[in-house]
């Protein structure tokens, strides 16, 4: 177990890493484009970059569009819920959740996967959406969501970042796009880590 948190958290500072270079990036092409006198487009949001608003026809539902960037935030979030849920390390916090999909109710799987997707939505710059669950603290503290078992420590934090990093590459997301979603998951940590 201390092994794997090892290699876990050499996965976390390589990200780290990553996310440190695109940030650098990010400042530098910004402070590029601010010196410019003529006038320029809107900011792409990280949503943008993800897909943006373009509508795609949904996988899931048939005859159904989605925004192609929600599309691809809600396949990385529904990846990362089954990378997690093979994750011994992480998964106990998810004993509910895992029960109930066990006997084939997806109800409270497909409640997650919404409210992740709507969170990451948001954080990412889409306007089209709103994140009605609740705040990062309460969503993770079993005296306010009976659903989670446990509090997390920073260990377990970094767990489920090789998770989602996991499901990302999964998806296609590029190591930039990863850590700039990582910025975005980092931004929470405070609030997630309780012990």
């Known amino acids: 177990m201390k092994l794997k948190r090892h290699f876990i958290r050499i996965k976390v500072r390589r990200n780290l890493i990553i996310l440190t270079a695109a940030l650098g990036i990010g400042v ?5 484009q601010s010196c410019k006198k003529d006038s320029s487009p809107a900011k792409q949001t990280l949503y943008d970059s993800l897909g943006g608003t373009t509508k795609v026809s ?22 990362a819920i089954f990378v997690i ?9 998810f004993q509910t959740l895992l029960a ?9 799987f497909t409640a997650l996967s919404k409210n992740l997707t709507d969170f990451f939505c948001v954080a990412t710059g889409a306007k089209n959406f709103t994140y009605g669950g609740k705040n990062m603290h309460d969503a993770h503290d079993p005296a306010t969501n009976s ?5 997390a420590d920073s260990g377990d934090f970094d767990a489920f970042v090789a998770d989602v990093v996991t499901a990302a590459k999964k998806n296609g997301l590029s190591d930039q796009l990863i850590g700039q979603v990582g910025v975005v998951i980092y931004s929470v940590k405070p609030a997630v880590v309780q012990k």
């Open 100 to 108: 109930e999909v066990g006997s084939n109710n997806l109800t409270g």
């Open 58 to 79: 949904d996988p899931a539902n048939s005859g159904t569009m989605i925004e192609k960037g929600r599309l691809g935030l809600r396949s990385v979030v529904d990846s």
């Open 28 to 32: 530098v092409l910004c402070t590029m």
């Open 147 to 151: 659903r989670m078992n446990g509090k």
């Open 85 to 93: 849920a093979a994750d011994p390390e992480i998964n106990g916090f």
